[in-house]
């Protein structure tokens, strides 16, 4: 009798320890959003919007919220080679995607890439091209800075994210040649992403970042940073609204993005649909709206077949832009 109650006893101590320990786990995440490169920048934003959309579709599933992981390489070409390869049908996983990841597309810089290697869930925000430098730099507009270039642009080196052909060498392209300055004698700095360059920036080893806006809003607020130009067509709301376009200083330049999130070739129609059905969900509600609008990112919403057709389109045009910059026969 002793013994069974002993036993009784032990079994009730082992069942307790057990669901202590089951209940101190916390659970699993439902998904995870991949950053194709270091932590900071735009893809990052890009994945932290997308978890803040999950939250406000499933608000009582805060226990299971998307999981955010970082995949770095080739900005961005180490995630899609994952993506389109090995990891080609996990159902819930997402890599965040932006406008230079398109370019990329369009300059074969993904390989052997295209549009239908993957699946288009959602676009998320838009974004813009910004040119900033430390705000005790010389230059006090975008005029100033593309003089200092003209006189000698080996004397200014420029933080970019990527190499030559990259969205943001070719931002500061485009600015260069409406001044007829040989975008091959900028003298750039790669980094993996604007996380990276602006940290740059930070300790001096450049004095210009080539990035976007929303990398820019994470900074500015430091007062360390001086944006001279956002390459928008009209002012920017929110914390850059005070800073001009390229336009308004007498460059026609003008580099609008979007950022957003793409999954295997393989994950099943069902799983596919879900993922789009609920970014519908997210997008039209005003809560998303404002998460944007925190990130320093801007409206744009597209999911699906028509996000897929917008997507081709704009690889179509970057080729043709690309081709004019002489970076592809």
């Not at 009730?12 to 101190?24: I, K, R």
């Not at 074969?108 to 890439?113: E, I, Q, T, Y």
């Not at 990276?196 to 994470?218: C, I, K, N, R, W």
């Not at 998303?288 to 028509?306: H, I, K, Q, S």
């Amino acid at each position: 009798m002793h013994m069974l109650v002993r036993y009784a006893m032990k079994l009730g101590t082992a069942l307790l320890l057990a669901a202590h320990a089951h209940a101190a786990t916390p659970a699993q995440p439902d998904a995870e959003c991949i950053v194709p490169s270091k932590p900071g920048g735009g893809f990052d934003l890009t994945c932290k919007l997308a978890q803040k959309g999950m939250q406000i579709v499933a608000p009582k599933r805060a226990d299971a919220a998307m999981h955010i992981g970082y995949l770095p390489g080739g900005i961005g070409a180490v995630a899609w080679s994952a993506y389109t390869s090995q990891r080609r049908a996990e159902a819930d996983t997402l890599v965040a995607f932006s406008g230079g990841s398109l370019l990329n597309i369009a300059l074969g810089k993904f390989g052997n890439a295209s549009v239908n290697d993957v699946r288009w869930v959602a676009a998320l925000a838009a974004d813009y091209g910004m040119i900033a430098v430390r705000d005790d730099a010389p230059y006090r507009n975008l005029r100033e800075l593309v003089d200092a270039l003209k006189r000698d642009p080996s004397k200014v080196a420029i933080g970019a994210g990527g190499t030559i052909g990259s969205q943001d060498w070719i931002k500061m392209a485009l600015i260069a040649k409406h001044d007829r300055i040989a975008p091959k004698s900028l003298r750039f700095v790669a980094f993996e992403g604007g996380g990276e360059a602006f940290t740059a920036l930070m300790a001096g080893h450049v004095q210009v970042v080539s990035g976007d806006a929303s990398e820019a809003s994470l900074h500015i607020g430091t007062g360390k940073i001086r944006v001279l130009a956002v390459l928008s067509d009209a002012r920017l709301p929110g914390v850059l609204a005070n800073v001009p376009t390229a336009r308004e200083q007498g460059f026609d330049v003008s580099w609008p993005l979007i950022r957003g999130v793409y999954m295997g070739p393989k994950v099943p129609d069902a799983d596919y649909r879900k993922w789009v059905a609920k970014f519908d969900r997210a997008l039209a509600t005003q809560a998303f709206n404002d998460v944007r609008a925190g990130y320093g990112l801007y409206p744009f919403a597209m999911t699906g077949a028509e996000l897929t057709d917008y997507i081709r389109q704009t690889v179509d045009n970057y080729g043709r832009q690309v081709k004019e910059l002489g970076l592809i026969r």
